[in-house]
T-cell receptor, first 116, second 120 residues
Framework: DTAVSQTPKYLVTQMGNDKSIKCEQN?????MYWYKQDSKKFLKIMFSYNNKELIINETVPNRFSPKSPDKAHLNLHINSLELGDSAVYFC???????????????FGQGTRLTVV | AQKVTQAQTEISVVEKEDVTLDCVYETRDTTYYLFWYKQPPSGELVFLIR??????QNEISGRYSWNFQKSTSSFNFTITASQVVDSAVYFCALSEAAGISNFGNEKLTFGTGTRLTIIP
């Protein structure tokens, strides 16, 4: 059973299109994230959600819109795709414990988005 | 602001040699967590370790060991008797602790990664 699963694994699309990436976790975690890995392998957070509530939005263009229908799902919709959006997008989840505890994040296998 | 520096961009060693990957971090938080992740050629991110800022004990897990030194803000990773399967990009990361009002704010700040190649 895959703990954090993303679909699709590969996505090739033309500039200007709208696309979505889906993410689901079966770990019972309450926090989910989207990270972007660029061509130089640099990983940077885009969004985080806790119990369906947006917590972090790291100055991502508003063409990117996350949606969390429930705790186990966090989807990423991208409008008007641009060449610079080409990257690997990782979904992740973690469990927030009571008090000041941060647990490790488990990542999906990534979605390689190529905009042509 | 938090920052993680992995000065070694690429390392190549011959199989069975030991190798240490360096990680230096910056944070103003007194409570924080440090992580190492492995990204093999297949592309997934594999969690290796999490270390609490209050726990400076070194940790060993099989051929892997981690040396956390708060005095130098370093969290180095050593692979002993390296194997070809260890070839991957390794990321060090830092997160701040989630306070009661900060649930969901445990973002990871990653270093730029070290590409490790083990030569058979």
């Amino acid at each position: 059973d895959t703990a954090v699963s993303q679909t699709p694994k590969y996505l090739v699309t033309q500039m200007g299109n709208d696309k979505s990436i889906k993410c689901e976790q079966n770990l019972g975690h309450d926090t989910m994230y989207w990270y972007k890995q660029d061509s130089k392998k640099f990983l940077k957070i885009m969004f985080s959600y806790n119990n369906k509530e947006l917590i972090i939005n790291e100055t991502v263009p508003n063409r990117f819109s996350p949606k969390s229908p429930d705790k186990a799902h966090l989807n990423l919709h991208i409008n008007s795709l641009e060449l610079g959006d080409s990257a690997v997008y990782f979904c992740a989840s973690s469990l927030t414990l009571s008090g000041s505890h941060s647990t490790e994040a488990f990542f999906g296998q990534g979605t390689r988005l190529t905009v042509v | 602001a938090q920052k993680v520096t992995q000065a070694q961009t690429e390392i190549s060693v011959v199989e069975k040699e030991d190798v240490t990957l360096d990680c230096v971090y910056e944070t103003r938080d007194t409570t924080y967590y440090l992580f190492w992740y492995k990204q093999p050629p297949s592309g997934e991110l594999v969690f290796l370790i999490r270390r609490n800022s209050f726990d400076e004990q070194n940790e060993i897990s099989g051929r892997y060991s981690w040396n956390f030194q708060k005095s130098t803000s370093s969290f180095n990773f050593t692979i002993t008797a390296s194997q070809v399967v260890d070839s991957a990009v390794y990321f060090c990361a830092l997160s701040e602790a989630a306070g009661i009002s900060n649930f969901g704010n445990e973002k990871l700040t990653f270093g730029t990664g070290t590409r490790l190649t083990i030569i058979p």
